[in-house]
């Protein structure tokens, strides 16, 4: 299967962000960013209910689920079940650095062992027809030249992975919480850069830092992608115009307001309540929507007091919605 879809703005894989509620809200901002799940371990899948992890609707699409593992069998297997799951596309976490991943000796310590990654690389995308992506840091601990780098992209690609997301920092395993490897360790947009310039044939997505459509558009004159973290999170509403300027999509739909696009955000509500998904976690992706707005604060501390006592989401959403004034 030879999935085309456009690579050109795209949601980090977030935990405890990036849920299937959480894409639903999104997709209703714009129908062409790529949306990543939640990183999801191989020991997950392959030993609980796999469902809780893979349920999502084909609304979300495109969507993309990131595995974190580093046994090449177990990482075909769960591949597999991806792609049967519905998602175009599956993503190798080589790039956190938190301790339960280093436990586990997946993540960011992957790229001490070049040829493992290609190796769960290849496992991967030999047992599925749909497209196998990594995405890594620029470097991890002392391990953070240029040729060091190079290589480990190179010997990856080798193996024929043709789709790099790079969060340009690089990652400190020991000394640092995974809040301050997001921060602490420098920004190097040039090593991204440098990456595309020296493989023009490899699909160069950056990360890191992120948080407007203008800072987008002008790293899309070199890289073929942008990957949006945070800031997506905590202030999504920049994400409206996406469609029209960054996919050059003027035709495609958007809310006319931060209410109007709460309120097509109610009957997903109010499915999922009668599901029994709780209210807590229904919200909690809608705290920052109105940053800057009139009544902001007034309409997070409702969500927050509210949610883990209400039985009816949809109202809850609705009555928080009547604390903040939006022209």
């Keep these: 299967m030879n999935i085309d ?3 050109r703005l795209s949601i980090a894989p977030m935990l405890d962000c990036t849920d299937r509620h959480e894409r639903y809200f999104l997709r209703l901002l714009s129908k062409h960013i790529l949306l990543y799940s939640e990183m999801v371990t191989t020991n ?4 609980t ?11 979300e699409y495109p969507a993309v689920l990131q595995l974190g593992g580093s046994n090449p069998a177990d990482l075909a297997k769960c591949s597999k079940m991806v792609e049967e799951s519905g998602f175009q596309e599956v993503n190798l976490n080589c790039g956190c650095p938190s301790d339960r991943v280093q436990n586990g000796n997946f993540g960011a310590c992957l790229m001490k062992d070049k040829n493992l990654v290609a190796d769960c690389f ?3 995308q030999d047992a599925v027809s749909i497209p196998v992506s990594i995405k890594c840091r620029i470097g991890v601990d002392e391990l953070d030249s240029w040729e060091f780098f190079r290589d480990f992209i190179g010997t990856i690609a080798d193996a024929g992975c043709r789709v790099f997301i790079v969060h340009a920092r690089k990652a400190w395993l020991k000394g640092l919480s995974p809040k301050e490897n997001r921060e602490v360790p420098p920004l190097n947009y040039d090593t991204v850069h440098r990456l595309k ?3 023009p044939q ?4 950056i990360n890191g830092g992120i948080k407007t459509l203008d800072q987008t558009l002008e790293l899309l004159q070199d890289l073929d992608g942008v990957m949006v973290g945070r800031e997506a999170y905590e202030n999504p509403w920049f994400l409206r115009d996406a469609d029209e300027r960054i996919f050059n999509d003027a035709s495609a739909a958007k809310p006319e307001s931060r209410k109007a696009l709460l ?3 109610l009957p997903y509500v109010e499915m999922e309540a009668a599901r029994g998904t709780p209210a807590t976690i229904l919200v909690r992706h809608l705290y ?3 940053n800057g707005k009139p009544g902001a604060r007034k309409y997070r501390q409702y969500l927050g007091e509210n949610a883990p006592k209400t039985k009816s989401p949809a109202e809850l959403i609705r009555r928080a919605m009547d604390l903040v004034t939006e022209p």
Excluded at 44 to 47: G, K, P, Q, T
Aim: aromatic content about 14%; proline content about 3%.
């Design 5 to 7: 879809f456009n690579r």
């Design 44 to 47: 997950a899948l392959l030993h």
């Design 49 to 59: 209910d796999p469902d809780q992890f893979l349920r999502h609707q084909e609304f």
């Design 122 to 124: 290849k496992a991967m």
């Design 197 to 199: 310039a020296e493989m």
């Design 202 to 205: 490899l699909n160069i997505s």
């Design 263 to 265: 309120e097509a955000y």
């Design 288 to 290: 920052g929507l109105f």
